[in-house]
């Protein structure tokens, strides 16, 4: 499951790989957040089990949407109630906010976070750090083949 808006390179990825990404609407008067409620549904028709990640962008790529920890903490509940992976695409957070010393959420505390989420960083979007291209994914590897990697960090060269 993706957000749109969404970056392109997150489509384009799963059509590399043959998958056909569901995609959650979001809108401007909600600040480009998607429905929850909407994503729920989804997973709740998805009797086949073919949908196996939710992917959000915080912040998003192109809206700028910043996700708060409460928001993402729904998300999680939602995903680990389905038996989804939620990868978190966290590559651009160091350009948000004041206070780069406080964690944008508290996912890694919870008991089990591992069965749930994986979150993606990049150090090349952080400042000082081009040309350099660094990849942090943090999460348990075998939640990673539960996604079929069908994700773009999954092709990172």
Not at 140 to 150: A, E, L, N
Request: charged share 20%.
């Amino acid at each position: 499951m993706l957000a749109l808006p969404a970056y392109f390179n997150q489509a384009m990825s799963c059509s590399l790989q043959s998958v056909t990404p569901v995609y959650i609407p979001s809108l401007p008067n909600e600040h480009f957040r998607p429905s929850i409620q909407g994503a729920r549904k989804y997973l709740e028709k998805d009797l086949q089990r073919e949908i196996r990640m939710i992917t959000l962008v915080t912040p998003s790529n192109p809206t700028g949407t910043v996700y708060n920890p409460e928001e993402l903490l729904e998300w999680y509940n939602l995903a680990k109630e389905f038996k989804v992976a939620l990868i978190l695409d966290e590559t651009y957070r160091d350009f948000v906010g004041d206070d780069r010393s406080s964690a944008p959420h508290n996912l890694f505390e919870l008991h089990g976070w591992g069965e749930t989420l994986i979150s993606i960083g990049s150090m090349s979007s952080k400042p000082h750090t081009q040309p350099w291209t660094l990849l942090s994914i943090r999460g348990v590897p075998y939640t990673w083949t539960s996604t079929g990697q069908h994700h773009c960090f999954a092709r990172v060269t």
